[in-house]
T-cell receptor, first 112, second 116 residues
Framework: DGGITQSPKYLFRKEGQNVTLSCEQN?????MYWYRQDPGQGLRLIYY???????QKGDIAEGYSVSREKKESFPLTVTSAQKNPTAFYLC???????????FGDGTRLSIL | AQSVAQPEDQVNVAEGNPLTVKCTYS??????LFWYVQYPNRGLQFLLK??????LVKGSYGFEAEFNKSQTSFHLKKPSALVSDSALYFC??????????????FGQGTTLQVKP
């Protein structure tokens, strides 16, 4: 079945550590997105990519980095510069235009 | 600036009764509107979208939404609620000022609680 796979489901970060969240899709979608979800705040866009080797900052990109070396993959690194990383992270993908975004099942990141 | 508002943090309804989850939007140009549902510790699932055409849009699981341009609203409805409909619902609008990026702006979410 086509879909989006996020791993790991749970992740713990130590002080000063960078961690990478994986997102893989087999839907042949061109665009991919990373969102952060905090209770009562809805979804906020971190980064998005419309094409391989290109990506743009979203509303809350500080302390995060991404890469898009393959169409299927859009990993997110939460760096030590992100002082409040505890959240639920969601990856999504879509075709261009007005097509809906498809979401993975998220990674919950916590601080040790 | 484009925005989406979901004025109710929580909606409570009895099973079998009709439900409405409210959404209002502010956009420049034609709105492209979406509804998603999220169950605990899961990603968002697409329910329905309005791009153009009929003001009443039908979607998955018996849900529908009514687009009202004069009131800038896109309320989600279902004629008869099920306990299994209990979840977090998000309204979203496409950010047209960024061209064809597909970027969405999400509302804060509304928790729907359906009681037996």
């Amino acid at each position: 079945d086509g879909g989006i796979t996020q791993s790991p489901k749970y992740l713990f970060r130590k002080e000063g550590q960078n961690v990478t969240l994986s997102c893989e899709q087999n839907l042949n979608h061109d665009a991919m997105y990373w969102y952060r979800q905090d209770p009562g705040q809805g979804l906020r866009l971190i980064y998005y990519s419309q094409i391989v080797n290109d990506f743009q900052k979203g509303d809350i990109a500080e302390g995060y980095s991404v890469s898009r070396e393959k169409k299927e993959s859009f990993p997110l690194t939460v760096t030590s510069a992100q002082k409040n990383p505890t959240a639920f992270y969601l990856c999504a993908s879509s075709r261009f235009g007005n097509q809906p975004q498809h979401f993975g099942d998220g990674t919950r990141l916590s601080i040790l | 600036a484009q925005s989406v508002a979901q004025p109710e943090d929580q909606v409570n309804v009895a099973e079998g009764n009709p439900l409405t989850v409210k959404c209002t939007y502010s956009v420049s140009g034609n709105p492209y509107l979406f509804w998603y549902v999220q169950y605990p510790n899961r990603g968002l699932q697409f329910l329905l979208k309005y791009i153009t055409g009929d003001n009443l849009v039908k979607g998955s699981y018996g849900f529908e939404a009514e687009f009202n341009k004069s009131q800038t609203s896109f309320h989600l409805k279902k004629p008869s609620a099920l306990v299994s409909d209990s979840a977090l619902y998000f309204c979203a609008v496409r950010a047209v000022q960024h061209g064809n990026t597909g970027k969405l702006i999400f509302g804060q979410g509304t928790t729907l609680q359906v009681k037996p």
